[in-house]
């Protein structure tokens, strides 16, 4: 596609549920960075892939917290027994190059979750 | 650990008005400083990254500088129009150490007044 791709766009869940959010990178994008952002703040980073390999998941707030690229392409953000401070945007950016790369990251639209 | 912060957190000018915004870092050993740009409810766009080597880049309207050494960046938007209301962040990308995550400031929420 022409770029990032985030579904869905909007997702209510009770306290409790188990959630799941995807992104479609721009195709051929090797990196690609989750990043969870509240209101009225700045992004803050989750984790990083490089094609299927997940090299940096040092910003996931806590172990119910996880993602996978198992083909390099599609990734999946996962929510286990999700609380109310997990509500935020969820964010998935894709860059052409490794991390050290002075390609810009594009961003999707986000996924906005909402937990009552 | 580096920190980024955006100064003014909100700002409102009058249409045609050129204006600056500001973005300072705690830790000089970046590899290279983006803009984004966000509306309500969307994700970021890219408008500009200074590589950590250079010291400014242009696009149309808009000038971004760097200076490394003082940990400090600044957006020029040069005759504001409506359109340019938004919000806008600054980000980071680490120098070692790093596998090339964004480091954000908290934004400036840009109006501008026809």
């Known amino acids: 596609g022409a770029g990032v791709s985030q579904s869905p766009r909007y997702k209510v869940a009770k306290r409790g549920q188990d959630v799941a959010l995807r992104c479609d990178p721009i195709s051929g994008h090797v990196s690609l960075f989750w990043y969870q952002q509240a209101l009225g703040q700045g992004p803050e980073f989750l984790t990083y892939?490089?094609?299927?390999?997940?090299?940096?998941k040092s910003g996931l707030p806590s172990d119910r917290f996880f993602a996978e690229r198992p083909e390099g392409s599609v990734s999946t953000l996962k929510i286990q027994r999700t609380q109310q401070e997990d509500s935020a945007v969820y964010l998935c950016?894709?860059?052409?190059?490794?991390?050290?790369?002075?390609?810009?990251?594009?961003f999707g639209d986000g996924t906005r979750l909402s937990i009552l | 650990k580096q920190e980024v912060t955006q100064i003014p957190a909100a700002l409102s000018v009058p249409e045609g008005e050129n204006l600056v915004l500001n973005c300072s870092f705690t830790?000089?050993?970046?590899?290279?400083l983006q803009w984004f740009r966000q509306d309500p409810g969307k994700g970021l766009t890219s408008l500009l990254l200074i590589q950590s080597s250079q010291r400014e880049q242009t696009s149309g309207r808009l000038n971004a500088s760097l200076d490394k050494s003082s940990g400090r960046s600044t957006l020029y938007i040069a005759a504001s129009q409506p359109g340019d209301s938004a919000t806008y962040l600054c980000a980071v990308r680490g120098g070692s150490g790093n596998t090339g995550k964004l480091i954000f400031g908290q934004g400036t929420t840009l109006q501008v007044k026809p």
């Open positions: 830790d000089s050993a970046i590899y290279n």
């Open positions: 950016a894709s860059s052409p190059d490794r991390a050290y790369s002075n390609q810009p990251q594009h």
């Open positions: 892939f490089q094609n299927e390999a997940q090299l940096d």
